[in-house]
């Protein structure tokens, strides 16, 4: 079945649409629309009849209750900086006859409450992550998820891919981190459970049905989010050593030195910074020798409590007496700390620029991590030949962005075009059978769904379906993402 079994949007509901939401929340132009229909990494381009963007939640609740009616497809959007095309209209409906209402929730940008003595904030779901951590700073606190797209990722696609970012370490993903959610469900009802309790056991948890929900189970409009204190000062670290298990034990020794001031625990693979230093202006090497593999750590204490560096600094000593660690490197200052962090957060950027590479987000148990990741590059490069794998990331997390380029010195889009999909194929298969997660933290959104619904446990994604159905009769809510469209889609 094919997304043509959502029916376009009549002229009625878009005259509907128009006169409740006014010029700044409705809008068919193809030039208001055309920013908002291509994924961020430009691998999917879809289109819609209408870009629809509430200002508040009873225009949300409006728009999904006059959706639901007619059993018009929403899509729901934030920043659109999802990696995995989850807020791209793609797949319903045709450029000549768009049938999907993209739904955008940058309007709801309002900051509803900060509390210092909840160590809660109130923010709605168009909120820009960097607002957010300027807008609790103020009340001294921090918000402790951050990632290189903060701004332009939103509270609403925060909570909808239940993403993780750079202090999962510590304080866990989005799961651990929101307290409440109000949202729109598929039938226009309103859930609303914004309350900042740490306690509440009224049986099922339904909004963590809606964080990783990725849009599938309802319109978030505003969420409750956990405050922690404001940071006293952070100490960066840029440490080379010779093995992956080594990094593994450093993290450990490290976490029994330190306790709970270890927050970021990023790997780079030689290959990894070389890339760097090659493609990203403005970088040099933090040590003197290069080391097969290397650990960003970032330690931080609170205010008023002692300065952690000097803690870190004999911990570092210990591990290089031991053997554990080659050689290491303090930031002195802000800047020294923010340069060793760019070294680590252009390793994208630097990929890309070196040309293209197949990109997997991979989890298994924090210990497997270095055995698998060797023992996948082998398994790739037999499978494929020349195909080269870098993995990099947050191995404290046990989560690696384990990427395969194409084989030096050929036309690499060429490769791409020939063996993309099945590398991908081949990689996630690798981890599923490793016991491990084909998405730790993007989601699965479009560019994902097929290898998850051939890979997924059967009664994992029976489940799924069911809770879909059960939420979401007609499949109206962003078809074609994470589940299968036909089966989402209403009865022919
Ligand atoms: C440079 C870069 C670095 C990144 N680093 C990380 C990282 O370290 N960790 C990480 O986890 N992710 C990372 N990402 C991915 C991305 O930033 C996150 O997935 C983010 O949560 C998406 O937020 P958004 O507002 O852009 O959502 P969008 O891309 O607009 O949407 C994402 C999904 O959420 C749904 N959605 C959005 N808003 C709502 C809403 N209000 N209600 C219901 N559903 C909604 C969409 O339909 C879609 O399925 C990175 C992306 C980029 C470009």
């Known amino acids: 079945m094919s997304g043509m079994a959502y029916p376009a949007p009549s002229a009625a509901l878009l005259a509907t649409l128009r006169d409740r939401l006014g010029p700044a ?36 609740a409006f728009v999904v209750a006059a959706a639901a009616t007619d059993g018009v497809a929403l899509v729901p959007q934030g920043g659109n900086s999802s990696m995995v095309a989850g807020a791209t ?23 509803r409450r900060v509390s210092a003595d909840d160590n809660a904030v109130v923010a709605e779901a168009g909120v820009v992550l960097a607002d957010l951590h300027a807008a609790v700073e103020a009340v001294d606190r921090r918000f402790p998820l951050s990632l290189a797209a903060k701004g332009n ?12 970012g750079t202090q999962v370490l510590r304080f866990g993903p989005m799961r651990a981190l929101v307290l409440g959610i109000e949202a729109v469900l598929p039938d226009g ?5 914004l309350a900042p309790l740490r306690k509440d056991n009224r049986g099922y948890d339904l909004k963590q049905l809606l964080i990783g929900g990725e849009g599938t189970l309802g319109l978030v409009t505003a969420a409750t989010l956990r405050l922690v204190p404001a940071i006293g000062a952070r100490t960066v670290a840029w440490i080379g050593l010779h093995t992956a298990e080594d990094a593994l034990g450093l993290l450990r020794m490290l976490e029994d030195r330190l306790g709970e001031a270890v927050e970021s625990f990023e790997l780079v693979p030689a290959e990894g910074l070389a890339l760097v230093l090659r493609h990203i202006p403005d970088t040099r090497t933090p040590l003197a020798a290069a080391w097969p593999w290397n650990v960003l750590v970032e330690a931080v204490s609170s205010p008023g409590a002692e300065p952690i560096a000097a803690r870190i600094e004999a911990a570092l000593a210990e591990a290089i007496e031991h053997g554990l660690v ?28 070196d040309g293209v590479a197949a990109k997997h987000d991979v989890a298994v148990p924090v210990a497997d991590m270095p055995g698998f990741m060797a023992r996948a590059a082998t398994a790739v490069v037999e499978r494929f030949p020349g195909a080269r794998p870098i993995a990099f990331g947050h191995l404290g997390d046990g989560n690696v ?13 060429a490769w791409f075009a020939a063996n993309a999909a099945a590398v991908s194929r081949f990689v996630h298969a690798l981890v599923t059978e490793a016991g491990g997660s084909m998405s730790a933290e993007h989601g699965i959104g479009r560019l994902k769904r097929a290898d998850f619904v051939a890979l997924a446990d059967p009664a994992r994604l029976a ?9 979401d009769p007609r499949g109206i809510m962003n078809p074609g993402a994470l589940l299968p469209l036909a089966e989402a889609a209403p009865p022919p």
């Not at 809008?27 to 999917?44: E, F, K, M």
């Not at 209209?89 to 045709?94: E, K």
């Open 326 to 353: 080659g050689d290491a490197t303090i930031a002195a200052s802000e800047a020294q700390a923010d340069a060793l962090w760019k070294l680590r957060e252009s390793l994208s950027e630097a990929e890309a620029r």
């Open 89 to 111: 209209p793609a797949g319903i409906g045709s450029d000549s006859d768009p049938r999907a209402l993209l739904v955008s929730m940058r309007r709801m940008r309002t900051i």
């Open 153 to 164: 990722a939103t509270v609403g696609g925060l909570v909808s891919t239940n993403a993780g």
């Open 25 to 60: 929340g409705f809008s068919t132009d193809p030039a208001d629309l055309a920013p908002w229909l291509t994924d961020w990494r430009r691998r999917l381009t879809g289109s819609a009849a209408a870009l629809v963007s509430p200002a508040n939640l009873e225009e949300a």
């Open 401 to 413: 962005h384990f990427n395969i380029r194409s084989p030096a010195g050929g036309d690499d889009k």
């Open 189 to 193: 009802s309103l859930l609303q459970g």
């Open 463 to 471: 489940a799924m379906m069911a809770i879909k159905r059960a939420l």
